[in-house]
C-alpha cells in the first residue's frame, strides 16, 4: 500500500521545516512549496508563488496530496495591507480554488493565528473558538480575511477545508523578529562577544500563551488527519506568561552573568494586546493532542541553535 502524500506550502520556513519532519516520521510521503529555492530536508520541493495558477495547478496534478497544509504567509504587521492581503487571503483563495479542481479530496489545514481575536476581556479567558473577532493590527485583518475564504470554500464547495489558531509558536529556527529568538540572540552575541552585555527589549508587561513549533505542527497533523471540516481549532498551551518572565528564564540560562535589560522604543508594537491565553480544549478532545515541550526546554533549544548559528559565522 502507497504511503499518503502531504504537501506543503512555505515548507522552507520556520513552521514549514518542522511540519515537514513531522510529516515524514509519521510515515507521509511529503512534497512542498515556496517562493524561493532553498533546501528543505524530506520533502520534495517546488519553486513558485501562489498567484501561478497554472503552475500551481500542474504541481498539484503532480503530487495528488492526501492532506494539504497551507503554512506560506506574511506575517509583518507593520507592512502595507495590500501587500498582507494579497499573500494571505488572495493565495489561499488561488491555492484552495486550484485544490478544489485538481485534487477535490484532499484534506486541507488552514494555518491561522490567535492574532485574529484581538483584544479580549479578562472575563472571557481563556479564549475559545467561539471568541469574536477583534483583529488589532492589519496582519490580522488579512488572517480573518484568509479564514472566511477558508470557509466559503467549505460552506460553497464541500472542500474538506480545517483552520488552526496558533497562538505564539517559538521553537529552534525561529526569525529573530519574533520575541524568543530576539532575546536568544543577543544573549548568544553577548556570550560570544560580539556586543555589549545589553539586552534591548520591547513591551515586557504582556502576557502571551507559547506553544512550542513541535508541538504546533504535531497538532496540524492530527486536525488535518482527525478535524472536522468547517471548524477552527485553536493551538496553544492554555498557560500565560509575561514576556518579562519570559526574559528572565533565558536569562537565567545564559552563559555570562550581568547582562543588562534596556528599553528600546523602537521595538514597540502599536496596538499591543496586554494578554492573550487560549483554550486548547477542542483540539484536545477531538484529536488527543496535548503540549509536551516545555517553556524551559524550548528556551534551551532557542539558545541551542542561536549558539550554533554564531558559531558558524565565526
Same mark, same amino acid.
Given at each position: 500500500?502507497?504511503?499518503?502524500?502531504?504537501? $506543503?506550502?512555505?515548507?522552507?520556513? +520556520?513552521?514549514?521545516?518542522?511540519?515537514?519532519?513531522?510529516?515524514?516520521?509519521?510515515?507521509?510521503?511529503?512534497?512542498?512549496?515556496?517562493?524561493?529555492?532553498?533546501?528543505?530536508?524530506?520533502?520534495?520541493?517546488?519553486?513558485?508563488?501562489?498567484?501561478? =495558477?497554472?503552475?500551481?495547478?500542474?504541481?498539484?496534478?503532480?503530487?495528488?496530496?492526501?492532506?494539504? +497544509?497551507?503554512?506560506?504567509?506574511? *506575517?509583518?504587521?507593520?507592512?502595507?495591507?495590500?501587500?498582507?492581503?494579497?499573500? /494571505?487571503?488572495?493565495?489561499?483563495?488561488?491555492?484552495?480554488?486550484?485544490?478544489?479542481?485538481?485534487?477535490?479530496?484532499?484534506?486541507?489545514?488552514?494555518?491561522?493565528?490567535?492574532? #485574529?481575536?484581538?483584544?479580549?476581556?479578562?472575563?472571557?479567558?481563556?479564549?475559545?473558538?467561539?471568541? !469574536?473577532?477583534?483583529?488589532? /493590527?492589519?496582519?490580522?485583518?488579512?488572517? $480573518?480575511? =484568509?479564514?472566511?475564504?477558508?470557509?466559503? @470554500?467549505?460552506?460553497? @464547495?464541500?472542500?474538506?477545508?480545517?483552520?488552526?489558531?496558533? +497562538?505564539?509558536? *517559538?521553537? !529552534?529556527?525561529?526569525?529573530?523578529?519574533?520575541?524568543?529568538?530576539? +532575546?536568544?540572540? =543577543?544573549?548568544?552575541?553577548?556570550?560570544?562577544?560580539?556586543?555589549?552585555?545589553?539586552?534591548?527589549?520591547? /513591551?515586557?508587561? *504582556?502576557?502571551?500563551?507559547?506553544?512550542?513549533?513541535?508541538?504546533?505542527?504535531?497538532?496540524?497533523?492530527?486536525?488535518?488527519?482527525?478535524? %472536522?471540516?468547517?471548524?477552527?481549532? /485553536? #493551538?496553544?498551551?492554555?498557560?500565560?506568561?509575561?514576556?518579562?518572565?519570559?526574559?528572565?528564564?533565558?536569562?537565567?540560562?545564559?552563559?555570562?552573568?550581568?547582562? &543588562? &535589560?534596556? !528599553?528600546?522604543?523602537?521595538?514597540? =508594537?502599536?496596538?499591543?494586546?496586554?494578554?492573550?491565553?487560549?483554550?486548547? @480544549?477542542?483540539?484536545?478532545?477531538?484529536?488527543?493532542?496535548? !503540549? *509536551?515541550?516545555?517553556?524551559?526546554?524550548?528556551?534551551?533549544?532557542?539558545?541551542?541553535?542561536?549558539? %550554533? @548559528?554564531? %558559531?558558524?559565522?565565526?
Amino acid at each position: 500500500m502507497a504511503h499518503p502524500t502531504a504537501f $506543503v506550502t512555505g515548507a522552507a520556513g +520556520f513552521c514549514g521545516r518542522h511540519l515537514v519532519a513531522d510529516l515524514q516520521s509519521a510515515g507521509y510521503r511529503v512534497a512542498g512549496l515556496d517562493r524561493a529555492a532553498s533546501s528543505c530536508p524530506g520533502a520534495a520541493l517546488y519553486v513558485a508563488d501562489l498567484d501561478q =495558477q497554472d503552475r500551481l495547478q500542474a504541481i498539484l496534478a503532480e503530487v495528488r496530496p492526501d492532506l494539504l +497544509f497551507h503554512l506560506a504567509a506574511l *506575517t509583518d504587521p507593520r507592512l502595507r495591507y495590500e501587500e498582507l492581503h494579497y499573500v /494571505n487571503a488572495l493565495g489561499t483563495l488561488s491555492l484552495l480554488d486550484t485544490a478544489r479542481q485538481v485534487c477535490p479530496a484532499a484534506r486541507v489545514l488552514i494555518a491561522s493565528t490567535s492574532a #485574529v481575536y484581538g483584544r479580549v476581556p479578562a472575563g472571557r479567558l481563556p479564549i475559545d473558538e467561539d471568541e !469574536p473577532f477583534h483583529p488589532a /493590527n492589519l496582519y490580522a485583518v488579512s488572517k $480573518v480575511a =484568509q479564514e472566511m475564504i477558508a470557509y466559503q @470554500h467549505f460552506a460553497a @464547495h464541500g472542500l474538506a477545508v480545517i483552520r488552526s489558531r496558533a +497562538f505564539n509558536l *517559538t521553537g !529552534p529556527g525561529e526569525s529573530p523578529g519574533f520575541v524568543t529568538s530576539a +532575546f536568544a540572540r =543577543q544573549i548568544v552575541e553577548i556570550e560570544a562577544g560580539r556586543r555589549p552585555p545589553i539586552i534591548h527589549v520591547g /513591551n515586557l508587561d *504582556t502576557v502571551r500563551d507559547f506553544v512550542d513549533v513541535r508541538d504546533a505542527v504535531r497538532a496540524y497533523r492530527l486536525l488535518a488527519e482527525q478535524g %472536522e471540516p468547517g471548524t477552527a481549532y /485553536n #493551538v496553544c498551551s492554555g498557560r500565560g506568561v509575561s514576556i518579562r518572565a519570559l526574559l528572565d528564564a533565558l536569562l537565567e540560562l545564559a552563559r555570562v552573568p550581568g547582562i &543588562v &535589560v534596556e !528599553p528600546d522604543p523602537g521595538r514597540l =508594537q502599536p496596538a499591543d494586546v496586554p494578554i492573550s491565553v487560549g483554550s486548547s @480544549h477542542e483540539l484536545c478532545t477531538t484529536a488527543g493532542w496535548s !503540549p *509536551t515541550v516545555s517553556l524551559e526546554q524550548t528556551l534551551r533549544d532557542v539558545l541551542s541553535h542561536w549558539r %550554533e @548559528h554564531v %558559531e558558524k559565522e565565526s
